[in-house]
């Protein structure tokens, strides 16, 4: 329901959800206590009729008949508020006082069996049962022998004083149900839902303005909302000074970012006059040559690394269906390996095909294949090395697996071999791996070290085949 636009039911609101919770118990209480207070007020009336007209019969079996006329005897019993009255004794059933005419038969309620729906179903068939209803009741006699005492008696007696009794208990239970809920919701609203509202208030206007300074819990409590509200604080603080350390982490990053374009710049400069250098006939330079072509390659590398990690965001992949052969060997070109140092080794099948970002798989593959040389290289000075990559489907993946014959990785690199500035040889920037690894999970993959020993390391790279069925 809409009333000016906004939604009033259901209620959105925690304290009108709770006003209408404490309300339904309330009412819910009320039920509980009406239904067996109206049981036991019918029963209770009926009882009493048998009561009264069992001590009548016992009047009327002493009147010496020959002194009394026989009415005075129906005046004893019908002061009792009883049409009828019958006694059993010794299993012969007399009648004591006869019952008028009626054009229905009486509604009979057996007291002497504890039937429990029959009571609570009762008093409602009686107050809204017909005018001219009769009740005839059974019960064991208290006051003389005999096996029972039965009486017939009119229902709208019993339905007036009913209805008046009801009304009085019902007023007296609403008043005590009123009374607990108000008190109820009271005590949870100052216990729960203000605590609650304050909480919510002081998320809202941290959201709005996290640098803002939070008020002081007045009284700290040591229940769950108190301990919510000290680790509110707590996060609050920690939130903040991530900020302020992400700030000057942003400016830090952009000064870098800045310096690494500016010296990438001046390092392909200083490549492309080594590479005039080449062909130097001075011996001494031919030397030096190797060393400072080296240099600047790993300093090239560093730069682009940066400013690659720099980035805010990596640009959502592109996916192609990719034919993996090509794209390994176009990888290994870039990343040095060649037939008379450290060679390539292709084990996939020649037509597989993968769906990935050309330029992010080619990335990937680089960084891990050139990590592989270089530890080739520093292992073993000028001999020889190998990279074999080798690639399979599995249902739903397709399983790239590069492995090298080089030193393997170092124990206290490979817990944080995929964080950033963690390089695992010297000179290393550490990023080219987390790289990877984003540039993997972004593709919905993974990037992962299965092995690493004095063999060498085995990385494996996941990525997803839609193509490829996914077994159940």
Known sequence: MRVFGRSVWPPQGLSARMLLLTAGFTVAVELLILAPSAASFHERWLLDRVRAAEV??????????????????????????????AVGEEGVRRLLLRAPEMEEAPDFIDLRRTDYLARLTAPWETLFGAPDRMIRINARPRFRQGDFVEVVVPAVPLQRELRVYLLQILGVSALISLTAGALLYLAL????????????????????????????????????????EMELDRMREEVRQALRSR???AALGAAVAKISHDLRNMLSAAQIASERLADSADPRVAK???????????????????????KTEEPAPQLHRLRLAGVVRAAAEDAGLDDQRVR?????????????????????????????????????PGGEGRVAVSARREPGWVLIRLSDDGPG??????????????????????LGLAISRELAEA??????????????????????????????
């Open 344 to 380: 390539l080794t292709w084990k996939g099948p020649a037509r597989l095909q993968v769906q990935a970002d050309p330029d992010h798989l080619h990335r990937i593959l680089v960084n891990l294949m050139r990590n592989a040389r270089q530890a080739i290289e520093q292992d073993r």
């Open 443 to 472: 593709h919905g993959g993974r990037l992962e070290l299965l092995d690493s020993g004095p063999t060498g390391a085995v990385f494996e790279i996941a990525l997803p085949d839609p193509e490829s069925p996914i077994s159940a």
């Open 409 to 430: 990785l170092p124990e206290r690199i490979r817990q944080r071999l995929f964080q950033p500035f963690s390089g695992a040889r010297p000179g290393g920037a550490g």
């Open 288 to 310: 030096a040559l190797p060393r400072l072509e080296r240099a600047l390659d790993r300093a090239l590398t560093l730069s682009e690394n940066v400013l690659d990690y720099g």
């Open 56 to 85: 009548a019969s016992i009047g009327v079996d002493a009147l010496p008949y020959d002194l009394v006329e026989d009415d005075v005897g129906r005046q004893l019993l019908e002061g009792a508020g009883v049409a009828a009255v």
């Open 189 to 228: 609203s100052a216990l729960i839902l203000r605590p609650v509202q304050r909480l919510t208030e002081s998320i809202e206007r941290f959201r709005a303005d996290p640098e803002a300074p939070a008020p002081a819990v007045v009284e700290p409590r040591q229940d769950e909302i108190g301990r919510v």
């Open 247 to 249: 700030a000057r982490l």
